[in-house]
């Protein structure tokens, strides 16, 4: 099926009020909070005379005084509607309105990044405002109707200036000197995705969770309203760029740095003031798709070896350790919480690139990138948490990925914290030992009642192995009985290692761990979790 439709639902309990989004082009956006903090915007900096000169100049600091003053301000929902031409497109109108290339933002000084925007829609809901930082000053980007051809949809008159932009993405020449690529797509209310060489789109960032995968909490969704984007030089290599966010608990101040290439990188600084007290607060979350893969037995009846954005969450403890844990698509909500302390990374990974496993020509699975988030500074305590939600189909983004502080904020609360984003194909840093390339399970049979676990484990040090000097399989359950048959054999047609176990209580909710060591103790692999759920 195509990529061009993907349901992204709230984590919260309820699940019920789960609302559609399209992408248009790759484009993505969600219809969720809409708000209105024009007035306070302009009156708080006065952008349109803002001069960039010396010590003068735009920076982060200035958007932390927008939201730091607009934090003192209860939240406002004021987005102007949306004109009923355009609000009721169907899928197929909306993706013939169409950003006509001469406006281009920076096309006509053929700089290396430039910019585009998507018309404010029915599907593009929430409204977002520009300006452009330069020698020349901080400026308004405005909207207009005559930077579109709206295709099928006739206008009679062209649309006020106060509908808006819906979305925008930066281009730049990934992949060929001679054509700018788009590389970085924010669409609403805080979703964003970014690419590597030689990528197609898939999972997604946020700018901010709140109450995410929280049994009796309401999710909300903070979005960025007002971007202010910094016009490159001309060998430019990095892309900075400002945004604005606001909620009705809190309100922030972002920054980031994007460098595309082979692995493209976002430093993100950000500083959040909230309005409220949040209860369950998320960091760098990242969002994606997870139908059936080796690991799951039922296939829907699809065709395809397996369906996804991502394969596991790969996260780097405080302590060194490296855990793996394969995704899956339980029949209900399942939500697991790692804790610790200063992390060193986590993230998403797409780990299986071959083509042959996913069977589709169309949206290219082998392509989608992986996302590594490397906290800068100290996080101190609190905890990983992975939410996995149920879905029907592969339409439906049903995994989240996101820090959490121990300490919940209070009311008038500031928060600064700093982290790395990565996209990227596949990296030996992520973990720099062996890998868990493949999960699989031998459900009971006649001929083999006990349920058995498969491990294929690849990377640094495998193939140097001789026959007589495998690491041992260290494999333990929470259900406390011991686990049995464990067997560690070479699998020479993957130049790979394989491990295999009988699951014990196999009728018992547990938790799964399984790590290669060498003899001396020393991890040879990542460590392996895993849910066992009869």
């Not at 003192?72 to 004109?83: G, L």
């Not at 990044?113 to 930082?133: D, E, H, P």
């Not at 610790?340 to 990138?369: C, I, K, S, T």
């Not at 294929?456 to 359950?477: H, K, M, Q, W, Y």
Request: glycine content about 6%; proline content about 8%; overall charge negative.
């Amino acid at each position: 099926m195509p990529n061009d439709s993907r349901l992204f639902p709230s984590f919260s309990a309820g699940l019920a009020q789960k609302e559609q989004m399209k992408e248009v082009k790759a484009v993505l956006s969600l219809p969720f909070m809409k708000v209105g903090i024009w007035s306070l915007v302009v009156g708080f900096i006065g952008f349109t005379s803002l001069r960039c000169r010396g010590d003068a100049s735009f920076s982060l600091g200035n958007v932390q005084e927008i939201a730091q003053k607009l934090s003192q301000s209860p939240y406002k929902d004021a987005d102007p509607p949306i004109p009923d031409v355009i609000a009721n497109l169907d899928y197929d109108a909306m993706r013939d309105v169409r950003w006509k290339e001469e406006f281009t933002l920076w096309k006509d000084l053929n700089l290396p990044f430039q910019a585009k925007f998507s018309q404010r829609s029915g599907y593009l809901r929430n409204k977002m405002t520009f300006y452009t930082i330069s020698s020349e000053g901080v400026k308004p980007f405005p909207y207009s109707s005559n930077y579109f051809n709206f295709g099928r949809t006739k206008l009679t008159e062209p649309l006020s200036p106060d509908v808006g932009y819906g979305s925008f993405r930066i281009h730049y020449a990934l992949n060929n000197p001679n054509y700018l690529d788009e590389v970085i797509v924010f669409t609403g209310p805080s979703y964003f995705r970014s690419l590597a060489q030689s990528q197609v789109y898939g999972l997604s960032c946020r700018g901010l969770a709140i109450n995410s995968g929280i049994y009796g909490l309401t999710e909300e969704f903070p979005r960025f309203t007002t971007f202010w984007l910094e016009q490159p030089t001309s060998n430019a290599v990095e892309f900075t760029f400002y945004a604005l966010l606001d909620s009705p608990s809190v309100t922030g101040a972002y920054e980031f740095k994007l460098r595309p290439g082979t692995e493209t990188q976002a430093d993100v600084t950000a500083t959040l003031y909230f309005r409220k007290p949040v209860e369950h607060l998320g960091i760098a979350p990242l969002t994606s798709m997870f139908w059936f893969g080796e690991n799951t037995s039922n296939h829907f009846g699809d065709y395809r070896p397996e369906v996804h954005d991502s394969q596991g969450a790969l996260i780097a403890n405080g302590k060194g350790e490296w855990l793996w844990r394969p995704l899956q698509n339980y029949p209900d909500i399942h939500f697991n919480s790692f804790q610790d302390e200063n992390p060193r990374g986590f993230g998403l990974l797409q780990r299986d690139r071959n083509f042959d496993h996913y069977q589709d020509l169309e949206v290219n699975y082998q392509l989608r990138p992986s996302c590594w988030v490397e906290p800068i500074g100290s996080w101190g305590k609190g905890a990983v948490n992975l939410v996995q939600l149920p879905i029907p189909d592969e339409t439906i983004d049903n995994i989240g990925l996101y820090w959490q502080p121990e300490k919940a904020p209070v009311a008038g609360e500031k928060i600064d914290v700093s982290y790395r984003l990565y996209w990227f194909m596949d990296d030996p840093r992520w973990p720099p030992l062996a890998r868990v390339s493949a999960t699989r399970v031998n459900h009971p049979t006649r001929l083999f009642p006990n349920p058995r676990v498969i491990l294929d484990f690849i990377g640094p040090g495998v193939e140097d192995l001789s026959d007589n000097n495998l690491p041992r399989a260290v494999v333990s359950t929470t259900s406390g009985t011991p686990i049995t048959d464990s067997q560690v054999i070479r699998n020479p047609y993957e130049h790979s290692l394989r491990v295999s176990f009988v699951v014990p209580d196999q009728d018992k909710l547990s938790e799964l761990r399984c790590q290669l060591q060498r003899a001396d103790g020393t991890p040879f692999s990542e460590v392996w979790t895993y849910t066992w759920n009869p």
